[in-house]
């Protein structure tokens, strides 16, 4: 069974950055496709970011393109997403997510394993 463990939330100002940490246990790491999600209060879970089971490939929410980067390393079972130049917008609770065997997808429902979230909060 798939277990991910998300860190490096935490509370920064609008124009920083921070880097989260997903780590991956369970099964084979390689074998899946990772993605980022957040949730703002009162509103739905949405897409931020998806990396290949190979890392070569990735995408992105328009609303974090050219700010956020989606990272691998299939040595170590983690994904990060670094974050920078972070709006107030941002704050949300982000969620790694897993996808066995098959193409990145922006889709929530698509993704079958879960973490149980890490706060970020930016302050303007």
């Known amino acids: 069974q798939v277990q991910l463990v998300e860190s490096g939330g935490g509370l920064v100002q609008a124009g920083g950055s921070l880097r989260l940490s997903c780590a991956f246990s369970g099964r084979t790491f390689s074998s899946y496709v990772m993605g980022w999600f957040r949730q703002a209060p009162g509103k739905e879970r949405e897409f931020v970011a998806a990396?290949?089971?190979?890392?070569?490939?990735?995408l992105y929410a328009d609303s974090v393109k050219g700010r956020f980067t989606i990272s691998r390393d299939n040595a170590k079972n983690t994904v990060y997403l670094q974050m920078n130049s972070l709006k107030p917008e941002d704050t949300a609770v982000y969620y790694c997510?897993?996808?066995?065997?098959?193409?990145?997808?922006?889709?929530?429902?698509?993704?079958?394993?879960w973490g149980q979230g890490t706060q970020v909060t930016v302050s303007s």
């Open positions: 997510a897993a996808r066995p065997w098959a193409p990145m997808s922006r889709i929530t429902n698509e993704y079958r394993d």
């Open positions: 990396i290949s089971r190979s890392g070569s490939s990735a």
